[in-house]
């Protein structure tokens, strides 16, 4: 898309914004020289919604006047606290009963690989990115230790051909063939974290499909960015965090996404624990696991609710604007983005680097730079502007359709001309 990247045009494309009234609904962190950062790191730690607070006030509010209690009896009782969250489902394109809202993201990724990393003597591959981020490289270096295989036999890290940034999908696809019945999982991201390339999920389920393997993914960087069809494009399991693009606050708890054909299986093998258990007998203490049916019932603890209640806040913002008007103006933003860091580029010969997000985006660029790199990022930071560092040389920017506006990217590529 090309956009002309005057100021005048970023005021425009702010006034024409559906989403500008939402910019208010969040505080956004004060500048050292300006009222406001420039806040471009929601891929990393989403902002807060000024309704946080008073969700979880009546959390506190509930447990001080009910204590135990509060169980059954509070506003939302926490007994079944997770049926809150059944429009989690919504954002990732799942029916209701494939997500539950529990635990952390990486606790989440061991829980669901117990279940569908089942590998036999003949079948135990596992094809993945190279340079996945890096809680995902030990889960599964740990997992196919666990089950006796030795890294380098068992896992094949996808590297993007000479040259390139980004996979190829036919290239990953040639890859699971060529790994056919020896392959039992393909995992991988739904947005890189590095590169922000969006991977084609569902062409790469149905390749690993077809040669018998299962596929999951973590869409740490997808959920609330991108918009996903998990269910009809027929994926294994998926989990996420939603402290990122979902703004729920450090730690905040992980999306999981069981697929139903899996889900209503109550024989699909698992870890199980006691919130997990069918809910109308959870209370009578017996012997003998009933699984709830869905993804509920990967449940093992009972529901953290304070951090959940930040979450509450943030997802009834969500389902409010939908994924569809999200996208439509993430997609914007990035776009006007690009061509912001493009026109200061041919501004500014001081500024060297390349663009390694493809194409297949959501609401990320990196930026690939030299030994100026440092630099510039800590030039960048003394006036405000919170982007994202990854060694050994990427910057990272992402601009989110809530609360980043048109201008805040105009004024990061003035200064970016004036480096
Ligand atoms: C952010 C992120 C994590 C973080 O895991 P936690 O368990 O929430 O600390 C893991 N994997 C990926 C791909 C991520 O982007």
């Not at 609330?224 to 998990?230: C, D, H, R, S, V």
Request: a negative charge; charged letters at 25%; one cysteine or more.
């Amino acid at each position: 898309m090309q956009m002309t990247t005057t100021k005048d045009f970023a005021e425009k494309l702010d006034r024409e914004d559906s989403l500008k009234e939402y910019r208010s609904k969040f505080y956004m962190p004060p500048g050292k020289t300006r009222a406001e950062q420039l806040y471009f790191t929601g891929n990393s730690l989403g902002l807060q919604p000024k309704t946080v607070e008073s969700y979880l006030q009546q959390e506190l509010e509930d447990w001080k006047k009910y204590g135990v209690e509060g169980h059954f009896h509070g506003k939302n009782p926490w007994f079944s606290y997770h049926h809150f969250f059944e429009k989690e489902a919504k954002v990732v394109g799942a029916k209701t009963d494939e997500v539950v809202v529990m635990n952390n993201l990486t606790v989440n990724l061991h829980l669901l690989l117990v279940s569908f990393y089942r590998p036999s003597k003949s079948r135990y591959k596992i094809i993945m990115e190279a340079g996945a981020f890096p809680s995902d490289m030990y889960v599964i270096e740990s997992q196919v230790k666990h089950h006796g295989f030795d890294y380098n036999d068992a896992v094949i890290e996808m590297k993007p051909r000479e040259g390139e940034h980004a996979l190829r999908t036919e290239d990953i696809i040639a890859k699971i063939n060529e790994t056919g019945d020896e392959l039992a999982l393909l995992f991988f991201s739904g947005v890189q974290y590095y590169t922000g390339q969006v991977f084609n999920i569902k062409e790469l389920t149905a390749a690993a499909h077809k040669v018998g393997a299962l596929a999951g993914f973590d869409c740490a960087h997808a959920a609330g960015n991108i918009k996903m069809e998990l269910h009809d494009w027929n994926v294994d399991f998926a989990a996420w965090c939603t402290y990122k693009y979902m703004n729920s606050g450090p730690g905040g708890v992980s999306g999981v996404f069981v697929h139903e054909k899996h889900g209503n299986n109550p024989d699909t093998p698992r870890f199980a624990g006691w919130w997990g258990h069918k809910e109308s007998e959870r209370f009578q203490m017996k012997r003998g696991y009933i699984p709830e049916p869905g993804a509920a019932g990967w449940q093992l603890s009972n529901a953290p609710v304070l951090t959940m209640a930040a979450h509450k806040a943030s997802l009834d913002m969500f389902d409010e604007v939908g994924m569809d008007v999200l996208v439509e103006k993430g997609t914007k933003l990035n776009a006007f983005l690009e061509q912001v860091v493009i026109d200061a580029q041919n501004a500014n010969p001081k500024l060297e680097f390349e663009i390694i997000t493809p194409e297949e985006r959501g609401c990320q660029l990196s930026m690939l730079t030299n030994e100026n790199g440092k630099a510039l990022f800590d030039y960048l930071t003394e006036h405000d502007v919170i982007a994202d560092w990854r060694e050994p040389n990427v910057i990272r920017l992402a601009p989110v359709p809530l609360y980043n506006s048109f201008m805040d990217i105009w004024e990061f590529g003035e200064l970016l001309k004036n480096f």
